[in-house]
């Protein structure tokens, strides 16, 4: 099988090696993100809660 030059499995590696710990950080910054969206969604869901029961 011919491969061209920028996708050889040692061209591949190499570019997983050099953008492996950008992506990871990337998807535990968005993670976090994500997380603290849901927790002040449930504090507004909480809050609203309690002044509806009020």
Not at 2 to 16: A, G, Q, V
Not at 24 to 30: C, D
């Amino acid at each position: 099988m011919h491969r061209s030059d920028h996708s050889s499995p040692d061209t591949i590696d190499e570019l997983t090696n050099e953008y492996r710990l950008s992506a990871h950080n990337y998807w535990a910054t968005t993670l976090t993100d994500i997380e603290k969206v849901k927790r002040g969604y449930r504090e507004t869901i909480r809050t609203a809660k309690k002044a509806k029961g009020q």
